[in-house]
């Protein structure tokens, strides 16, 4: 008994020293606590590198962390930045999760208008998550692989919505490994719209239990009579139409989309994500994730990313609603399942 009073107390402890860092590494990252280069080194140490003050990525992490809190510091950005695992990375390792989405293919496609959509008859604020139908946040690791999380988010949660269970954790690796025909590169890229037709073709996905994630190219061994959920086809959101994109990410369920990522997005905290440099056009985009609500009075969308729950706002972001901002409304798309209340 007294053993375990001693493991519970350390785990507690332990628990409280890594809330500890993350606190002072907020107060670092806002500007608020001027750091020696010694509590630098602390804090380039407790992510696993060596503390080596003449380290090329030491500097690296240094230079990133001057950007954070000139940041901050300016009361005209509309989101706040942190330090986070990214924080220490080179551009060639940043450059490895933005891999090309082929956004084009879709738009090229769905630039036709469809209907007008009234937004007055959708509620003003729509989170999915409080439905108890999205899961939790994963992470993609050195693999580009965003595209499988932002397929498997969607189905996920229209699958929940179909058979009204909980929802199953399914397969990002199934669609590395298989989905190749349909257009998609495995951990070099990929689009939702794509994905969810190779689904469809295949007969369904597999659960992450029984085809788990290894974050890199393998041989395909999907099995037809493994497929835990099925997709008829995929709907694409008119290319740019944001009215359409909100009301059917308020009245159908989380919907995939993508954007272009650039550097100050690695870093993001907390706050509504908006970019004046980042481009719309949808040979631009280079990260899938997934929106799971909206805010029209606060004007932005609430989105989960595949970054690991460490990362922005517990895995999740903010992002400005109504500019199509970087591009966001350009290749957007969710599956449809059997028997979906729309179509």
Known sequence: MKQSIIIVALALLAIGVIARNHTFEREVSHGRHNATEQELLNIFSSYGYVANPSSERFKIFKQRLIDIIKHNLNPHKTYTQKINKFSFYTQEELSVLNAAQNCS?????????????????????????TKGIVTPVKNQGQCGSCWTFSTTGALESHWALHTGNAPLLLSEQQLIDCAGDFNNFGCSGGLPSQAFEYISYAGGLD????????????????????????????????????DELIYHLATAGPISIAYQVTDDFFKYDGGIYSNPYCSTSPDMVNHAVLAVGYNLTGRYYIVKNSWGEHWGNEGYFNIELGSNMCGLADCASYPIVQGHHQY
């Open 105 to 129: 293919a879709t738009a090229k496609e769905n630039m036709a208008p469809k209907k007008k959509y009234n937004l007055k008859d959708i509620p003003e604020f729509v989170d999915w998550r």
């Open 207 to 242: 659960t992450e239990g029984d085809y788990p994630y290894e974050a890199t190219d393998n041989e395909c061994e999907f099995k037809r009579s493994h497929a835990a959920a099925k997709v008829v086809r995929s709907f694409n959101i008119t290319f740019q139409d944001e």
